[in-house]
């Protein structure tokens, strides 16, 4: 069964660090593009990074660059979202995606929530 698996999310005061995870079964992760995405209610899904299969290239949105990182253990099968410095506004339900072609797999999401 494909599937991908969100975890790690809670809650975290402002300046605080959480690592979600993704993990990937029924398909190898390292062969798909990676991506992380978040949501609010009412508003669109934006990006916030994404991996590269090909040459393992990482991206960010503006507003994450120097505090996110984004990885990946292919002996796991899993993908990383590091995020340091969190701020309120990071607050958010959090997916990952894996894409390759026509293969487009979401996970279910995991909430983030910024708040003292």
């Known amino acids: 069964q494909v599937q991908l698996v969100e975890s790690g999310g809670g809650l975290v005061q402002p300046g605080g660090s959480l690592r979600l995870s993704c993990a990937a079964s029924?398909?190898?992760?390292?062969?798909?593009?990676i991506g992380w995405f978040r949501q609010v209610p009412g508003k669109e899904r934006e990006g916030v990074s994404c991996l590269t299969n090909s040459d393992g290239q990482s991206y960010y949105a503006s507003s994450m660059k120097g505090r996110f990182t984004i990885s990946r253990d292919n002996a796991k099968n899993t993908v990383y979202l590091q995020m340091n410095s969190l701020r309120p506004e990071d607050t958010a339900v959090y997916y990952c995606n894996a894409k390759r072609g026509d293969y487009d797999h979401w996970g279910q999401g995991t909430q983030v929530t910024v708040s003292s």
């Open positions: 029924g398909f190898t992760l390292r062969n798909y593009n």
